[in-house]
């Protein structure tokens, strides 16, 4: 009888930093679930993958991650259980799009659509012997240095700049490691957030305008290139009980600035249960 294979669930893995801890875990013999929006790139991906990592069990789902029902309820019909749920999805639009909800994309598609994907699939989770939770942050140096606030949550696109949503969206993530973390304290479910390095096919260099993609460059000066990261947080045994830390590309523990708290880390769970 063969050996049931640990299931990883990357949203946003089609490129960038999901695509590059698919490729890591799938190597590693995950059974690897990559959830993205465009079908034929996804199919393309996947099959990449297989070829590149000879690791036959990699599926693609197609879904459109800035609406709340999304895709978790096809996963909750097809999968047992999910071992590891990698969240890397992210966008930096240059311009105000909303959603179908009336929500800016850039604030859905970087922090909202990871609350939903978390939230609607926790009982996968808490049927694994020991879940994984990771998500992708930024440079410390932002983290730290960032207006720790409930967000603006724009509408209107006049003197639009994606910069300060992309940074509450940040600062979100960042908070809801902390609230998941407390509250799943008792289970054998761990949440982390890391800066993954840089990967040249990342959202810094796409659809973001030229300031962004010069962003990107100098990431990539200062970070390692490639990081594997998200795979190592994903699967090394000593890491198995830590949880609500924020790790860098070099796998060490960043301590987060005193402004990160449990209480605004609850005024933004209450308020992202309302949207």
């Known amino acids: 009888m063969m050996a049931k ?85 992210g966008v930096m639009l240059p311009e105000l799009h909303l959603t179908a909800d009336g929500y800016d994309q850039n604030f859905v598609l970087n922090y909202l659509t990871h609350f939903w994907l978390i939230n609607q699939l926790l009982p996968l989770l808490k049927k694994s012997a020991q879940g994984r939770i990771l998500l992708v942050g930024a440079m410390p140096f932002a983290i730290n240095h960032a207006k720790v606030k409930l967000p603006t949550l724009q509408t209107k696109s006049n003197k639009y700049s994606q910069m300060p949503v992309v940074g509450e969206a940040t600062v979100g993530k960042t908070l809801l490691v902390l609230k998941l973390s407390e509250m799943l304290k008792d289970s054998p479910i761990t949440v982390n957030i890391f800066q993954p390095g840089y990967v040249p096919d990342s959202s810094y260099g796409a659809d973001t305008g030229g300031l962004m993609q010069i962003f990107g460059k100098i990431m990539g000066r200062f970070s390692k290139i490639d990081a594997s990261i998200g795979a190592e947080l994903a699967t090394a045994k000593d890491l198995a009980s830590i949880s609500g830390k924020f790790f860098n590309e070099k796998r060490a523990i960043v301590p987060l600035s005193s402004k990160y708290t449990l209480a605004m880390a609850q005024a933004w769970w209450e308020l992202s249960e309302k949207l």
């Not at 590693?28 to 679930?33: G, K, L």
């Not at 069990?57 to 019909?77: E, H, M, N, P, Q």
């Not at 047992?80 to 990698?86: A, E, F, G, T």
């Open 5 to 89: 294979k640990t299931i990883a669930l990357i949203a946003g893995g089609t490129s960038g930093v999901g695509k590059r801890t698919a490729i890591d875990l799938a190597e590693r013999d995950f059974e690897i679930i990559l959830i993205g929006r465009n079908k034929k790139k996804g199919e393309e991906i996947k099959r990449e993958l297989q070829e590149k990592t000879q690791n036959s069990a990699i599926a693609f789902y197609a879904a459109d991650l800035s609406t709340k029902a999304g895709v978790a309820t096809r996963l909750k019909a097809d999968l047992n259980q999910i071992d590891v749920l990698v969240s890397t999805v």
